[in-house]
């Protein structure tokens, strides 16, 4: 599946911003890439792409991490909403990072 085109589709966009270009460009899918960009840049529609190829492409699980609870919730209505038709399932897991670490996401299987 073209992951870009799908991303750009889903989020009504007409292309890619300079940075996000850059990363796909760079090999974004084939690699480990640091990602340091300003607050409002594009850093969560990169996570997106990469989440997606890893579900999507290589059949395997993503999982997006978010420091606060609001942004995680944001995050995950809209990648619920995005991804409905192409993926098995979208799960949340709100829990504090104190919480036993074979618990934390029991239902992603």
């Known amino acids: 599946m073209d992951i870009p ?14 940075m996000q270009e850059k990363a796909l460009s760079t090999g974004l899918f084939d690699q480990n890439i640091v990602i340091a960009s300003p607050t409002a840049s594009g850093k969560t ?4 792409l990469c989440g997606l190829d890893f579900i ?4 395997q699980k993503a999982i997006y991490m978010a420091p606060l609870r609001a942004l995680a919730s944001e995050h995950f209505t809209i990648s619920k909403k995005n991804t409905a038709r ?3 399932s979208v799960s949340r897991c709100p829990r504090e990072t104190t ?4 618990t934390i996401c029991n239902d992603l299987t």
């Open 5 to 18: 085109a799908f991303v750009r589709d889903a989020n009504g966009f007409s292309g890619f911003n300079p």
């Open 45 to 48: 529609i990169i996570a997106e």
């Open 56 to 59: 999507l492409n290589k059949k």
């Open 86 to 88: 192409n993926t098995k």
């Open 99 to 102: 919480t036993p670490r074979r």
